[in-house]
C-alpha cells in the first residue's frame, strides 16, 4: 500500500483554511481536530473528578447540606454514580487518547499530510461534542440524570417508572451514548484507512511505530464493538419509548404490570459487555503505545522484542472480544459458561505479559533519562502491573461471585484502565506539548504533580480491594447504618482525604498546561532526541505537516545507540545505517 502512497496523499490533500471559524472550529486539519478533542476530554475529566468529589464528600459525611446542591440523596448519590462513570469511560478515556493524540499524530507519525476523511474527521468530532452536550443536558431536565450505573442495566433502564431520573434523564443518556458511538465509528474507519493507505514511501507496517499499531487496532475494536452498543441504546430507546420488549421481561411496578413481556435484562448485558469490554481496550491500548514509545526513547535503547509487541497488541485485541462473559458471572450462568469465560479471560494476560516483560527488557541496561513523560510511562507500568494482579482473582467464577460487588471491583478497574490510561494521557502530553505548541512545560512542577498522582492514586484504590475483601458493597450512599460495616468507616475517610489531596494535584497539571502555552521555554524541534517522524518536521508543523515534502522511510522507529551512527539515535528518514561489520 505504501507504493502508491503519494497519488493517496494527493488525491486527500486540501488548502489551508484562511477565516477563524474554517482554521479553528469547523476545521479539517487532523491537529486542530485532535486539539479541540483533547481539551473536550480535559473539559470532560474535571466534570467527572467533581462528580467524583461529591460522592466522596456523602460517603463520609452523608448528612451535611452543600452550598447551592444542597443535601445528596441515595439516589442523587447514584446519579453521580452513573454520570461519573459515562462521563469518565466515554468522554476522557475514549476521547484523550484516540480522538486527541491519534488525531493529532497518527498522520504525522506515517508521513502523511492528513487523515483519509478530513470532512468526516469534523464530523466525527462534532458528533461527539454534541454526544457531551446532550449526556450534560440530562442534569438539567425535569427529574434529573439517570441513576441506572453507567453500564444502565436493564429492567431499570428500560422502563420509565423504575425510579427518579429514568424518565427524560435516561433518554438523553441513551441519545447522548448513541450519537458518541455514531461519532466513534466514523472516527474508526478513518483512522484504519489512513494508517492503511496512507503510508510515507518505506514506512512499512514491520516500520510503524508502536503507537500507530495501537491506534489502529484500537480503531478496529472501536468499528466492531460500538457498533453493538449502538444497535443496543435504540433497541432500549424503544423499549422506553414505543413498547416494544427487547429488555423487558414481564414484570410488576410499584404494583402495577408494566404491559412488557417476553424481553431478556441478560441480552441487555450481553449486548453491553460485548462492547463494554473492548471499551477497556479501547482505552488502554493507546496508553500501551505511548507508554511503550517513552521507555525507548528515555532509556537510549530500542523497544525490547518489537515484533512481540506488536502480536500482543493483535491478540490483546482479538481476546479482548471472548472475554465479556466474566462481567456476568452474578447472571447465572452455566457454570460450563463461566469455565470457557474465566480460561479466555486467564488467557488474555499472557500477551499482556509479553508486553510487561518487554517493557521491562527495554528499561534493563538502559541510559534512563527521567524526564517528565518517562516518570509517567513509568508510573503507567506500575498501575497496570498493580492493577492486573487482581484481575485473575475476579477471572474465577467463584471469587467473583463473593467479590463482584464489592469495592474490590472498583480498585481494580480504576487502576487498570481508569488511572492507567490517564497516565498515558499525561505522559503524552508532557511529550508531545513541544511539537503541539512550541514550547516545554516546566520540569519541577510536572514532577509534583507525578508525585501528587501516583502516590493518590494507590491512597484511593489500594484500600478499595481492602475494603472489598471485608464486604463492603459498592453503590451504597452511606455505611453508617450497616453494623459490620462500622469499623470500615475509618479508611473510606482516608480515601476521601487521599482524593481531595490527588484532585487538588490536578490544579498543578493544569496551571502547568496554560501558562507553557504562552511562557513556557521555547522547543527546539526535536527536544527529547527521538526518532520518529513528528519530530522531523517545524514546530508546530506545518497545515500539510511536512512544508510540501512527504519523508521517505529508511529505519525502523526505534534506533537508538546503534553502532556506528553519529548520534544516538537514527531518525526514522535518515539514511539507512549499514550494519557494522
Not at 10 to 18: L, N
Not at 357 to 380: D, E, H, K, V, Y
Amino acid at each position: 500500500m505504501a507504493t502508491h502512497e503519494s497519488a493517496a496523499q494527493e488525491s486527500h490533500a486540501h488548502a489551508a483554511p484562511q477565516g477563524f471559524i474554517r482554521k479553528w472550529v469547523f476545521s479539517l486539519d487532523h491537529k486542530v481536530i485532535g486539539l479541540q478533542y483533547y481539551f473536550l476530554a480535559l473539559a470532560a475529566v474535571f466534570v467527572g473528578m467533581f462528580l467524583s468529589l461529591l460522592m466522596r464528600i456523602h460517603l463520609i459525611w452523608p448528612a451535611v447540606a452543600l452550598p447551592i446542591l444542597g443535601d445528596i440523596k441515595p439516589e442523587t448519590y447514584l446519579t453521580l454514580v452513573t454520570m461519573h462513570g459515562t462521563i469518565m469511560v466515554f468522554f476522557v478515556l475514549t476521547t484523550a487518547p484516540q480522538g486527541g493524540f491519534g488525531n493529532y499524530f497518527l498522520p504525522i507519525q506515517i508521513g502523511a499530510p492528513d487523515m483519509a476523511f478530513p470532512v468526516l474527521n469534523m464530523l466525527s468530532f462534532w458528533t461527539t461534542f454534541l454526544g457531551f452536550i446532550v449526556m450534560i443536558a440530562a442534569f438539567f431536565v425535569a427529574g434529573g440524570a439517570p441513576l441506572h450505573g453507567w453500564t444502565g442495566y436493564a429492567p431499570l433502564s428500560a422502563v420509565q417508572s423504575s425510579g427518579p431520573g429514568e424518565g427524560l434523564g435516561a433518554d438523553l443518556w441513551i441519545i447522548s451514548i448513541a450519537i458518541f458511538c455514531i461519532g466513534a465509528l466514523m472516527g474508526a474507519l478513518n483512522f484504519i484507512t489512513t494508517t492503511l493507505d496512507m503510508r510515507a514511501k518505506g514506512m512499512t507496517m514491520m516500520r510503524m511505530p508502536l503507537t500507530v499499531w495501537a491506534w489502529f487496532v484500537t480503531a478496529i475494536l472501536g468499528l466492531l464493538a460500538f457498533g453493538v452498543l449502538l444497535s443496543g441504546g435504540i433497541l432500549l430507546l424503544m423499549d422506553r419509548n414505543l413498547g416494544t420488549s427487547f429488555f423487558v421481561p414481564l414484570i410488576t411496578m410499584n404494583g402495577q404490570v408494566t404491559g412488557h413481556r417476553g424481553g431478556s435484562p441478560l441480552l441487555w448485558q450481553h449486548l453491553f459487555w460485548f462492547f463494554g469490554h473492548p471499551e477497556v481496550y479501547i482505552a488502554i491500548l493507546p496508553a500501551m503505545g505511548m507508554c511503550s514509545q517513552l521507555l525507548s526513547v528515555f532509556s537510549r535503547k530500542p523497544i525490547f522484542g518489537y515484533k512481540a509487541m506488536v502480536y500482543a497488541i493483535m491478540a490483546i485485541g482479538f481476546l479482548g472480544f471472548m472475554v465479556w462473559g466474566h462481567h456476568m458471572f452474578m447472571s447465572g450462568m452455566s457454570p460450563y459458561t463461566a469455565f470457557a469465560f474465566s480460561i479466555m479471560t486467564m488467557g488474555i494476560g499472557v500477551p499482556s505479559a509479553i508486553k510487561t516483560f518487554n517493557w521491562l527488557g527495554t528499561l534493563w541496561g538502559g541510559r534512563i533519562r527521567f524526564s517528565s513523560p518517562m516518570l509517567f510511562a513509568i508510573g503507567f507500568v506500575s498501575l497496570f502491573v498493580s492493577g492486573g494482579i487482581s484481575g485473575p482473582f475476579l477471572a474465577q467464577p467463584v471469587l467473583d461471585i463473593q467479590l463482584h460487588d464489592t469495592y474490590f471491583v472498583p480498585g481494580h478497574f480504576h487502576l487498570i484502565m481508569g488511572v492507567a490510561s490517564i497516565f498515558g494521557i499525561f505522559a503524552a502530553t508532557y511529550y508531545w506539548f513541544p511539537k503541539m505548541f512550541g514550547r516545554m512545560m516546566n520540569e519541577k512542577l510536572a514532577l509534583w504533580h507525578f508525585l501528587f498522582s501516583l502516590i493518590g492514586t494507590y491512597a484511593i484504590f489500594m484500600p478499595m480491594h481492602y475494603l472489598g475483601m471485608a464486604g463492603m458493597p459498592r453503590r451504597y450512599s452511606q455505611m453508617t447504618e450497616v453494623n459490620y460495616l462500622h469499623d470500615l468507616i475509618g479508611l473510606q475517610k482516608f480515601i476521601t482525604y487521599a482524593a481531595f489531596i490527588t484532585i487538588a494535584g490536578q490544579l498543578i497539571f493544569l496551571v502547568n498546561l496554560f501558562w507553557s502555552m504562552f511562557k513556557g521555554k521555547k522547543a527546539s524541534d526535536n527536544p527529547w532526541e527521538a526518532t520518529t517522524l513528528e519530530w522531523t518536521t517545524a514546530t508546530p508543523p506545518p497545515h500539510d505537516n511536512f512544508g510540501g515534502h512527504t519523508p521517505v522511510v529508511n529505519n525502523g522507529p526505534y534506533e537508538y545507540s546503534v553502532p556506528g551512527a553519529p548520534r544516538d539515535y537514527v531518525m526514522q528518514n535518515d539514511p539507512e545505517i549499514e550494519p557494522a561489520h
